[in-house]
């Protein structure tokens, strides 16, 4: 079945750094990957739909400038978060796929800032 | 806009007790997809079912089963004889055909299955 790769699983940065989280395609090309928050124990919240070769579309609330989406290929999303800060610290995951034949996650990364 | 409410925050059961788990949904469309997904502790999802609005089958999946009615706006979910192994939070999803193609996902349900 198809498979996301999400790297890394866990990082640890200082307030202020960027960090930079790659989901991966593996047996398949996805022109569509998505992007989801989840605070403790709360849902998982989405950030923006990542389309390959144009800018993403990002949910109200959600801010351009300090969560960067690159989709520069067929199977690779990035999101960067700049400059970080505490309250950054989250549960991230990406996801390819669509609604019409189903999504596949990736492994999600969390995100601590100190 | 879209809606998915999860209203158990936590169910505990004791072993090989039957449980099931309530999804009350929202939607304008008449075309959507609602989704089922287990997070165990590792964080990652599982995906348990997927089904669209004009299928209004009951599924069963071994010990696993699905209840989707579109007059109340529900799809619960049911695990027969439980184990501990179905700890987890379970997440119940929609996606409208009309809005963006993310999933909207209730809060989720701890599910604590006790030995």
């Known amino acids: 079945g198809a498979v996301v790769s999400q790297h890394p699983s866990r990082v640890i940065c200082k307030s202020g750094t960027s960090v930079k989280i790659e989901c991966r395609s593996l047996?398949?090309?996805?022109?569509?990957m998505f992007w989801y928050r989840q605070f403790p124990k709360q849902s998982l919240m989405l950030m923006a739909t990542s389309n390959e070769g144009s800018k993403a579309t990002y949910e109200q609330g959600v801010e351009k400038d300090k969560f960067l989406i690159n989709h520069a290929s067929l199977t690779l999303s990035t999101l960067t978060v700049t400059s970080a800060h505490p309250e950054d610290s989250s549960f991230y995951i990406c996801s390819a796929g669509g609604r019409g034949y189903g999504y596949t996650f990736g492994s999600g990364t969390r995100l601590t800032v100190v | 806009a879209q809606k998915v409410t999860q209203a158990q925050t936590e169910i505990s059961v004791v072993e090989k007790e039957d449980v099931t788990l309530d999804c009350v949904y929202e939607?304008?469309?008449?075309?959507?997809?609602l989704f089922w997904y287990k997070q165990p502790p590792s964080g990652e999802l599982v995906f348990l079912i997927r089904r669209n609005s004009f299928d209004e089958q009951n599924e069963i999946s071994g010990r696993y089963s699905w209840n989707f009615q579109k007059s109340t706006s529900s799809f619960n979910f049911t695990i027969t004889a439980s184990q501990v192994v179905d700890s987890a939070v379970y997440f119940c999803?929609?996606?409208?055909?009309?809005?963006?193609?993310?999933?909207?996902f209730g809060k989720g349900t701890h599910l604590i299955i006790q030995p």
């Open positions: 939607t304008r469309d008449t075309t959507y997809y």
């Open positions: 999803a929609l996606s409208e055909e009309g809005g963006a193609d993310g999933l909207t």
């Open positions: 047996d398949f090309q996805a022109t569509t």
